[in-house]
């Protein structure tokens, strides 16, 4: 086993959030290693963006590189209630005028690799096929990751910042027991891609659609990505989904399950006729959760490490590259100060929480089976603009929460969680 020389900062996994973190520390000269498990660019759900990315991927230098790619764009969100009936189109430009509220739908491998390939443009020392197998922490200081690569060789790596991205792996956050699970977010979900279908005309055509099944006992995304392609997904209660599907022998037939549920979502299952299914149904477990910390000394959480919010509002990839980019900051101003505590990695917790906690009662309201978003703003329509703000992921930029209050008296929405 080796040892060598330290690192200003070590970014564990090489997604969205680790990319950012790490390009945005290397530009201002710091030595900063990123190590990926992932020898190759692998198949993730997760493909939808949200407009608020836009200034994050212009600190990142992405602007003209996504501008230039065949990922299709996206200027709205569209509901299907339980009866069928499409809402109108959520398009952002309402409360947006300006050339951010149109962004992209992206197929993850090409996506992760652009991002990557822009770290290593901008200074990162990037290494596939390395997986960590622990951060080395004395106390609660961490100094380090144990390493492994490819060839079973095992190596330590030093570092004054250690940044977990791991995504729901969750290394440090495992390590330290930090994370809670939501009781009443525990879903599971059954997707796959499919090869033509319909697709809307002009400007909706990119549009992502949520579409509830007839006893809203679960719901279908359906985003469309490059080469003809759709991400189509079905997400429920994992006992309804999973738990309660088995056969006398326990074992589950997800493409099973998955047809049954498309057979009561009614507008999917015809925009889908004549489509090519392109693999076989992958499952995975959407339980959402939220470590106790974001930070402690000399290590940080972002992304998926730090917390995971249901799928239903596309947040997961604006999560990650915001506080990939809020981590950047306070690592910066970190080094400036000759301050790794707690206190100082930690200091953006808080804003970054405040802006979940908004899509997070969004997120409350949708699984309220009586709740209905038209019917709230058929009684509120004042509150128009707050909910496509929150759809676009104006959360950080803007004052969301005078819609609660307001929405609170149509549905239960959950109490504050706020870290320690």
């Known amino acids: 086993m080796n040892t060598y020389q330290n690192y200003d900062t070590i970014v564990i996994g090489g997604g969205p959030g680790g990319s950012t973190v790490a390009t945005l520390v290397a530009e201002q000269g ?9 020898s190759e660019p692998t198949f993730k759900i997760g493909e939808s963006l949200i407009p608020a990315t836009y200034w994050t991927f212009k600190r990142l230098g992405m602007l003209e590189k996504l501008r230039t790619s065949h990922f299709p764009q996206k200027y709205s969100v569209q509901f299907y209630s339980r009866s069928g009936k499409g809402s109108a189109p959520f398009y952002f430009f309402q409360t947006n005028p300006h050339e951010s509220a149109v962004t992209w739908q992206v197929l993850r491998s090409e996506f992760d690799q652009m991002l990557l390939d822009n770290a290593k443009e901008k ?15 004395d106390g609660d200081t961490a100094t380090g990751v144990l390493t492994q690569n490819a060839d079973g060789t095992r ?25 809670t699970i939501e009781p009443n977010l525990k879903m599971a979900s059954l997707f796959t891609h499919y ?54 022998d326990g074992k589950l037939d997800t493409q099973k399950i998955f047809n049954e549920e498309l057979m009561k979502c009614a507008p999917l ?23 106790s910390r974001i930070a402690g000394n000399n290590w940080v959480l972002v992304g998926d490490a730090f917390g995971f919010l249901d799928p239903v509002y596309s947040t997961g990839l604006f999560l990650a590259l915001k506080s990939g980019e809020m981590a950047a900051d306070v690592i910066l101003e970190a080094f400036r100060k000759d301050d790794f505590s707690e206190a100082q990695l930690g200091s953006f917790g808080p804003a970054f929480v405040d802006g979940m906690e908004a899509f997070r009662k969004l997120v409350y309201a949708f699984y309220t089976k009586e709740f209905s978003f038209a019917r709230f703003l058929s009684e509120y329509p ?7 703000d929150i759809l676009s992921g104006d959360v950080f930029r803007k004052d969301v929460t005078h819609i609660f209050p307001d929405m609170a008296e149509m549905c239960p929405l959950p109490p504050e969680m706020p870290i320690g």
């Open 123 to 137: 200074g990162v020392e990037v290494r596939r096929g390395v997986g960590v197998r622990e951060v080395l922490l």
């Open 30 to 38: 710091y030595r900063v290693l990123l190590l990926e498990r992932e």
């Open 155 to 179: 190596e330590t790596l030093n570092a004054t910042v250690i940044v977990d991205s791991t995504g729901q792996r969750s290394l440090i956050g495992r390590q330290l027991n930090l994370n």
């Open 195 to 248: 090869e033509g279908g319909h697709r809307d005309e002009g400007i909706d055509e990119g549009a992502t659609l949520i579409l509830h099944t007839e006893e809203k006992d679960s719901w279908f995304w359906s985003i469309p990505l490059p080469y003809n392609r759709t991400s189509i997904g079905v997400v429920g209660e994992l006992d309804y989904l999973l738990q309660n599907r088995r056969d006398a």
């Open 269 to 291: 299952k015809q925009r889908l006729e004549g489509a090519k299914q392109l693999f076989p149904i992958q499952t995975t477990k959407d339980f959402s959760y939220r470590a």
């Open 382 to 388: 004042e509150h128009q603009g707050g909910i496509v």
